[in-house]
């Protein structure tokens, strides 16, 4: 193993932890009621390079925006009709199934939703809820994207050209 593969696994376990640990203190910071999400969402996105970790983020953060949408759309209709949130799951998971079904890449719409109406409080607004929840993602998505960028920099450092990401080197001519 060379220096940079030692060190591009060493980044990897460490940003992973920290991403976890640093999102949910920040979350638990702020307030919001769940910081799980904000911990699990760290962790997610972090890839082994910096590109696909970007692209884990944003396409995560737009699953999850559907997933509350479709969440807060079932549940505003189904709830006055006395329907239980097992049949609101179900509704909101098949409806984000079809999206996921034909874009893949936002296959985390279809937990969105169960982790919307489970983590509900009967004092709050299901917006809200699907608000605190997209937060956490955010939050944490973002935190696991910086901390992976903060730590291709730090390899870039060490050992100049032969540091960066393979995604990077793999576009150069």
Known sequence: MTGLELARHIAFVLRC????????????????????????????????KLTETRSAMAWRL????IGIVVAVAVGSLTAPLGADVAIQIALAVGL???????YPAVRVCMWTGPIVFLTADPGMPLYMVGLYR???VFLGGLVGAALHAVSEAVIRGMFGRAGPDPADAEKQP
């Not at 638990?28 to 082994?48: D, R, Y």
């Not at 984000?96 to 034909?102: D, E, L, P, Q, S």
Request: charged content about 10%; some cysteine; aromatic content about 6%.
């Open 96 to 102: 984000c199934a079809i999206v996921a079904r034909r």
């Open 62 to 65: 737009i699953g999850t925006v």
């Open 134 to 136: 997209g937060t956490e």
């Open 17 to 48: 932890s920290a991403a976890a640990t640093f999102s949910y203190m920040l979350a638990s910071a702020i307030g919001l009621p769940h910081p799980v999400w904000a911990a699990m969402s760290g962790i997610i996105v972090s890839q082994e």
